[in-house]
C-alpha cells in the first residue's frame, strides 16, 4: 500500500480498501500479535471519543505497541500551537497520529506537515475508520460489499461522506435520504460518482426515506445532530422527523436487512427505541469492528 495518510477514505483505492478487510478478518480471528512492537501512537483529539479513543488503544496494546492520549485542553491546535507545530514535533516522538478534529482542513493540515502517517480519527468532513469497520461488518453479516444495497437515513455529514465514497469504491450500491438542506457535499458527491463509474455502485441521492429504504439490505442512520451542532439540535429535530429509522421504514427494506448506527445513538430520536436491541440490530459488532478495522489501518500505515 502506498498510503501514508488515512485523512479521506477516498485515499485509499478499491484494493487497500477490499485488502484492509482481509487483514482486519485475519486480525481478528488471531488476536493479539506483534506488528507494532515498539511503535507508538498519538490520539490527538479535539472533541469527545467512546470507541475511537478505547478502540486505538486496545488496538495499539494487542499489536504490542503504545498510545498517548493529548486531549484538547493540553494541546490547543491552532490556538496555544500552530497545528503545522504540532505536527512536525509530534513527528519527532511517535510513528503515527490519529487525529479527531471539528474541521476537516485541519486533519488535512496535520497530514500535510507531519512526517509520520495520520489517520482522521473523525472530522466535520469524514470518518474513515468508521467507514472502514462498516465495510467489515457488512462483508461478515452479508458475504460480499459488491451488489450490496445500503440505504443511509438522515443527515449527510461525515458518516454519511465517508461511506457515500467507501461504498461507491467498492461497488455497494447506496441510497441516501437527507432533508433538503442537509445533504452530503456536493464535492463528495462528484468525486463518488466518478468512483461509481469504475466500480457499477448505484448512487441515488433523495429527501424520500421510504423510497430509499426499498429493498436494502442495510439500513444505516447516525445522529442529526453532530459533535460542534449541539446549538442545532433542537431545530434539527423537527427539521429530521420523518428520517427516523423505525419498524414502518424497515418493512421497506428486505426482510433479512441488518440496522446499522455508528453510535452515539439517540434512542428515540434517529432509531425508534427498542429498534438498536433487535435482532436485526448488529450496532455492537459493529461497534467492535471498530478495533479490528483500526488494527489493520495501523499495521498496513506503520509497518506496511
Ligand atoms: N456524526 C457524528 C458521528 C459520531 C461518531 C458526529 O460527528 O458527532
Not at 21 to 41: I, M
Not at 78 to 107: C, K, M, N
Not at 245 to 260: G, K
Not at 266 to 285: A, I, K, N, T, Y
Amino acid at each position: 500500500m502506498k498510503v501514508k495518510t488515512l485523512v479521506s477514505i477516498a485515499d485509499l483505492s478499491a484494493d487497500d480498501i477490499l485488502g484492509l478487510v482481509d487483514t482486519a478478518v485475519k486480525l481478528k480471528n488471531e488476536g493479539a500479535n506483534n506488528a507494532l512492537a515498539g511503535k507508538v501512537l498519538a490520539l490527538l483529539f479535539e472533541k469527545p471519543s467512546l470507541r475511537t479513543k478505547v478502540s486505538f488503544d486496545v488496538a495499539m496494546y494487542q499489536l504490542g505497541g503504545h498510545a498517548i492520549y493529548v486531549g484538547e485542553k493540553e494541546v490547543g491546535l491552532g490556538q496555544r500551537e500552530p497545528v503545522a507545530d504540532v505536527a512536525r514535533v509530534l513527528s519527532r516522538y511517535v510513528d503515527a497520529i490519529a487525529a479527531r478534529t471539528f474541521t476537516h482542513e485541519t486533519v488535512k493540515e496535520l497530514a500535510q506537515y507531519a512526517d509520520v502517517p495520520v489517520i482522521n480519527a473523525l472530522s466535520d468532513g469524514e470518518h474513515p475508520c468508521q467507514a472502514m469497520a462498516d465495510l467489515l461488518t457488512i462483508q461478515e453479516k452479508k458475504g460480499r460489499l459488491n451488489g450490496v444495497n445500503l440505504a443511509y437515513i438522515g443527515d449527510g455529514n461525515n458518516v454519511a461522506n465517508s461511506l457515500l465514497l467507501a461504498a461507491a469504491l467498492v461497488g455497494m450500491n447506496i441510497n441516501i435520504a437527507s432533508p433538503r438542506g442537509y445533504w452530503v457535499s456536493a464535492g463528495v458527491e462528484y468525486e463518488a460518482r466518478s468512483f461509481a463509474e469504475e466500480s457499477g455502485s448505484h448512487i441515488r441521492l433523495t429527501d424520500e426515506p421510504d423510497e430509499a429504504v426499498k429493498g436494502a439490505d442495510v439500513v444505516y442512520t447516525d445522529v442529526w445532530a453532530s459533535m460542534g451542532q449541539e446549538d442545532e439540535a433542537e431545530e434539527r429535530k423537527e427539521v429530521f422527523a420523518k428520517y427516523q429509522v423505525n419498524r414502518r421504514i424497515l418493512s421497506f427494506a428486505q426482510s433479512d436487512a441488518i440496522i446499522m448506527h455508528d453510535l452515539p445513538a439517540h434512542h428515540g430520536e434517529e432509531v425508534e427505541v427498542g429498534l438498536l436491541e433487535s435482532p436485526q440490530s448488529v450496532v455492537f459488532d459493529q461497534a467492535e469492528n471498530r478495533l479490528h478495522a483500526q488494527k489493520a489501518i495501523l499495521v498496513k500505515l506503520i509497518s506496511g
